[in-house]
């Protein structure tokens, strides 16, 4: 009977243990991504705060949030890429949409979709998914800024990303990203951003005629570049990535509105409670789509006049982008690329 009693006393004892230390690793997991969100939250807070300060809002780059979340916060990298081709192609992107600005004489429709190809095509040169650099490389167009500061400026935050990344990697905050190069059908490639800046093309006409072009703000760009991707997870959930895109947008419209214009409070404010309120959502939902980060921020360099009508111009753009990508982008590319959101 003792016997019987010392067996079940040790396998309780060894359930116990098991289950403490299953307990201990969530709970250490949780502290590390808290750690990454508060990271992420200040690397926003200080970009915009050294862009009021120094008075210059070509520092502010909205896609820094998304680079935050997708390389800090996400568990796994969601592109298929290394460090040197984040640092190359951000730069390269940023640096080409100032250039397109400066000296390209052409309709802004002309301007954006040359950025667009431009893209695609750094992005099957170097073998990767790294859609962000859309966003960078249109962003200058549509603000239609041409100094180089901005290229500057996306040069360093991209080297902070991937110096934190690789930091966080080497102190196991977060799992080594191994990089695998994309394999590209060229063929394919050609065809596919054809099709992509043929639909975009005419899309734009009406919202770039009627000046409403953040009906098409470029992290919805990158969010349709996405979703035509056939193997794209975030195909599986279109209506969240909707309102999340739309959801974002509201709420930094709103606290630009309220924080900033009505109550007089600096934007690096706005900022702050803006990307604690996205990272709660995020976490919650466990969706890290990374052009969310990007729309958050758009409001918070745009003129106070668009603030207003933004969240529902994303909403519409949100709804007409993905139905387009998923209707019109079905052929399996038999390409081995495929992200991670």
């Known amino acids: 009977m003792f016997l019987l009693t010392n067996v079940k006393y040790k396998k309780l004892n060894i359930f116990y243990t098991y289950f403490s230390i299953i307990y201990m690793d969530i709970g250490i997991l949780h502290r590390i991504r808290i750690e990454r969100y508060i990271f992420g939250i ?24 998304a680079l935050t979340i997708g390389a800090w916060v996400s568990e796994q990298l969601p592109w298929r890429t290394n460090k040197r081709r984040i640092f190359f192609l951000m730069s390269a992107a940023a640096l080409f949409g100032v250039i397109v600005v400066k000296y390209v004489p052409l309709a802004l429709i002309f301007q954006v979709c040359i950025c667009f190809g431009f893209t ?51 102190h196991r905050f977060k799992p080594v990203n191994n990089f695998i190069p994309c394999e590209f059908d060229i063929n394919f490639q050609i065809v596919k951003w054809t099709k ?62 309220v924080l900033n214009i009505y109550m007089g409070m600096p934007l690096f404010v706005c900022t702050t409670v803006a990307c604690v309120i996205l990272f709660i959502t995020l976490d919650r939902l466990k969706i ?20 207003i009508t933004f969240p529902f111009e994303v909403f519409i753009g949100a709804i007409f982008l993905t139905i387009c990508a998923l209707f019109l982008f079905k052929q399996n590319d038999k390409e081995d690329c495929s992200p991670s959101f």
């Open 288 to 307: 890290f789509f990374p052009p969310a980060g990007a729309i958050l921020l758009i409001p918070m360099i745009l003129d106070k006049s668009l603030l």
């Open 42 to 65: 200040l690397m926003a807070l200080s970009m915009v705060l050294v862009a009021e300060v120094s008075g210059e809002n070509e520092i502010i780059f909205p896609e820094i949030c």
């Open 120 to 170: 695609g095509f750094i992005l099957t040169l170097c073998k990767t998914n790294f859609v962000p650099i859309i966003s960078a490389c249109i962003l200058p167009v549509y603000l239609r800024t041409s100094s180089w500061i901005y290229p500057i400026s996306v040069s360093f935050m991209a080297l902070i990303i991937i110096i934190a990344q690789w930091q966080m990697e080497k």
């Open 196 to 257: 992509l800046l043929v639909v975009f093309a005419l899309l734009a006409l009406i919202p770039f005629k009627t000046h409403q072009i953040y009906f098409l703000a470029p992290p919805l760009i990158v969010m349709f570049t996405e979703l035509s991707n056939i193997d794209s997870p975030a195909r599986k959930k279109p209506l969240y990535i909707i309102g999340l895109m739309t959801f974002s947008a509201f709420i930094g419209s709103l606290l630009r509105l």
